[in-house]
């Protein structure tokens, strides 16, 4: 017992999420340990801008604020870096990496998501790139440098802002996805058309109500060769995946913890085990699973105060998410697709704006598009607060 109660706080990630919690732990307290465990090497970065490296033909490493030497520095904490966490032991308060044992007091999992592969055949699947990380981009920045005909699988969030991205860049841009729409949980109908034809007009060619069956080297090798579920064939350089994200959950679901779409959390962050918190892309709150920035900040900053003393519920305002597809910008909050009463759309030259409502006639979400964008905050207002 005596053990635990001079272990550190142990954190298992080290990513936007778990950043964040380490800053506000140090805004409050500049003395408490914390050890952190990672399976890379901790640089510090905004995985956001993995949307426009292409454009801005940025390689991984410009994209790197601080080592994660200089991080660990600044905000002092115990680096593990390169340090696979294999196993998490409640009982006994530990981890263990490569065999060795380490105590924890409070343990944290921030082990983030897996970019998602829908399944396939064909000899060449692990050919497939995927940019959910700065590690995952800089395995495959040569390759996508040179690549001239790229296919994106996914016309979801990420994969529509890398399919424009790698257009604007002057990559042939092909989007193959199993919707009749872009971004169709998001998006309303008419706002998706319009930037289909904005992208469109950059050259992106689109598969939709579409699929990968397979995917092959060409003859000569240099090449890939896809096949697509209407029997259209089509040589590549590049296939991307940016089908969705997967919550990382296997260390918790072997240690027993509650799991679902993630790791499931109460309003205080705490997992079904005590002193085991999880938090960012891995962890699901309210039945929810949020892969934003803005969701990870507000409950780094309340697990901070929980893990120094002061229980804290997580409350998660409403969140605008902005759409980085700069020919035709977007914004938009709340639910504005699924269990809608009506919608109210508005047109000018400026741009659109499609508001959604409730069968109470309620603001539930809404989407600005170019200059509606100047609408955003005050719709915000109106959605109000959302309590998990
Ligand atoms: C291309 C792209 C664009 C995006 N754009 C936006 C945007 O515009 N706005 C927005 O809000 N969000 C955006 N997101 C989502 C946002 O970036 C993520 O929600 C956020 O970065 C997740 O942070 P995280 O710390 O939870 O996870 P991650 O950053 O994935 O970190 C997980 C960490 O866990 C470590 N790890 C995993 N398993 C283990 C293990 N067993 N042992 C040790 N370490 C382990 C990893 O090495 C990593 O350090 C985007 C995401 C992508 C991919």
């Not at 296919?151 to 989007?175: C, F, N, P, R």
Request: with cysteine; glycine share 6%.
């Amino acid at each position: 017992m005596s053990e635990q109660l001079d272990a550190p706080i142990v954190i298992i990630g080290s990513g936007f999420a778990a950043y964040q919690l380490i800053k506000a732990i140090r805004r409050s307290d500049q003395t408490v340990t914390i050890q952190v465990f990672t399976a890379d090497n901790g640089d510090d970065y905004n995985k956001p801008d993995l949307s426009h490296v292409m454009s801005k033909q940025q390689l991984a490493s410009d994209l790197v604020r601080a080592s994660g030497m200089e991080i660990a520095r600044e905000l002092n904490f115990e680096l593990h870096a390169n340090s696979y966490v294999d196993s998490i032991d409640p009982e006994q308060h530990k981890i263990k990496v490569v065999g060795k044992a380490y105590p924890y007091a409070k343990l944290v999992v921030a082990t983030g998501s897996k970019a998602f592969v829908p399944p396939m055949s064909g000899k060449a699947i692990d050919r497939i790139v995927t940019l959910n990380s700065l590690q995952e981009y800089q395995a495959a920045e040569q390759e996508l440098a040179l690549a001239k005909r790229v296919l994106v699988i996914g016309g979801g969030l990420i994969g529509t802002e890398l399919s424009m991205d790698l257009a604007t860049a002057g990559k042939q841009v092909i989007t193959v996805d199993p919707c009749d729409q872009l971004m169709a949980n998001l998006l309303p109908e008419y706002i998706a058309t319009q930037l289909r034809k904005q992208m469109q007009q950059l050259g992106v060619q689109f598969a939709m109500s579409n699929k990968v069956s397979s995917i092959n080297s060409s003859e000569d090798c240099r090449a890939l060769q896809v096949e697509l579920a209407n029997g259209e064939s089509l040589i590549v350089d590049t296939v991307i995946s940016a089908a969705g994200l997967l919550a990382n959950t296997q260390l918790a679901q072997q240690a027993g913890l509650a799991v679902n779409r993630g790791i499931v959390v109460d309003n205080q962050l705490q997992t079904s085990v005590t002193d085991v918190y999880a938090l960012g892309d891995c962890a699901e709150i309210g039945g929810k699973v949020s892969a934003y920035l803005q969701p990870a900040l507000v409950c780094a900053n309340a697990l901070a105060k929980t893990l120094l003393g002061h229980e804290t519920a997580v409350v998660l305002p409403a969140m605008l998410v902005k759409v980085k597809t700069p020919h035709y910008p977007i914004q938009l909050a709340g639910q504005a697709v699924h269990q809608v009463n009506r919608w109210q759309l508005d047109i000018d030259a400026d741009g659109m704006s499609v508001q959604a409502f409730d069968s109470r006639d309620d603001l539930q979400g809404f989407v600005v598009a170019e200059q509606h964008m100047n609408k955003a905050f005050g719709l915000l207002k109106r959605l109000g607060k959302a309590a998990v």
